[in-house]
């Protein structure tokens, strides 16, 4: 794994993979960590996403929620034509007392690809800094109108660099994590981020090396090969 990594943020080429990805494009590594295919997308957002409900627990922040769903508008009329109106719209996780004791924290989350063309010929900086506004333009203004609450969009690149909204919470974070342990904010930053390095490390790995095939199918259980054993050890024993 650890060579893996290295191979993408250094851009050294990756030795053991196929040429070809199972969904018929070629195989580099900008498109394995792009590649709808397998679910590892997904798998790099929820992971990150559950680790920090996880965090926001051990912290002591209470009525911590994964896929909080949001008030539906009441005739609230919201300026931004991109902000979502959804009934049905959820954010990633909902917790209580980050910032102050009783106040609710909404965040949501996304994991990009640094090596996709729209983000590698930015200055990291800047791609962070598109992607957090694009998310404060969709969920922003209704989190502070309609749930009198704050909105943290969470955004990390593959390569393991987390934006400036993510930073502060994260931050904070330590502060609670830190205040209820008794330990020194110095250690308990450093555990936060070794966790989050190490949750990106190996999701963004499991993009290149994961199974990407057609699902395996389940053996009937009369055309199981441990049932022809069974039936050789009769024979043997028959004789």
Not at 104 to 115: A, C, E, W, Y
Not at 216 to 233: E, K, V
Request: hydrophobic letters at 35%; a positive charge; one cysteine or more.
């Amino acid at each position: 794994e650890w060579w893996d990594y290295m191979a993408v943020r250094y851009g050294f080429e990756l030795e053991g993979v196929p040429h070809t990805c199972p969904c018929g494009k070629t195989n580099t590594m900008e498109h394995s960590l792009s590649c709808a295919k397998g679910g590892f997308v997904y798998l790099r957002h929820n992971q990150l996403r559950d680790l920090t409900a996880n965090l926001c627990h051990e912290a002591g922040c209470k009525d911590v929620t994964v896929e909080p769903r949001l008030l539906p508008l009441t005739g609230e009329t919201l300026k931004l034509k991109s902000a979502n109106t959804a009934n049905d719209a959820r954010l990633d996780v909902s917790a209580r007392g980050v910032w102050s004791q009783g106040d609710k924290t909404f965040l949501d989350f996304r994991v990009f690809n640094s090596l996709a063309p729209t983000n590698a010929n930015l200055p990291i900086e800047r791609a962070l800094l598109k992607h957090e506004d694009e998310k404060k333009r969709v969920y922003n203004e209704r989190v502070l109108e309609v749930e009198k609450s704050t909105f943290s969009p969470v955004v990390c690149s593959t390569l393991g660099a987390f934006g400036e909204e993510a930073t502060k919470f994260y931050r904070q974070i330590a502060v609670l994590l830190a205040n209820k342990t008794g330990q020194t904010y110095q250690t308990t930053i450093r555990y936060i981020r070794q966790r989050l390095q190490f949750c990106v490390l190996k999701t963004t790995v499991a993009s290149l090396r994961g199974f990407k095939g057609t699902k395996c199918t389940r053996y009937a259980a009369d055309n199981n090969d441990i049932n022809l054993l069974y039936q050789y050890n009769n024979l043997t024993h028959a004789f």
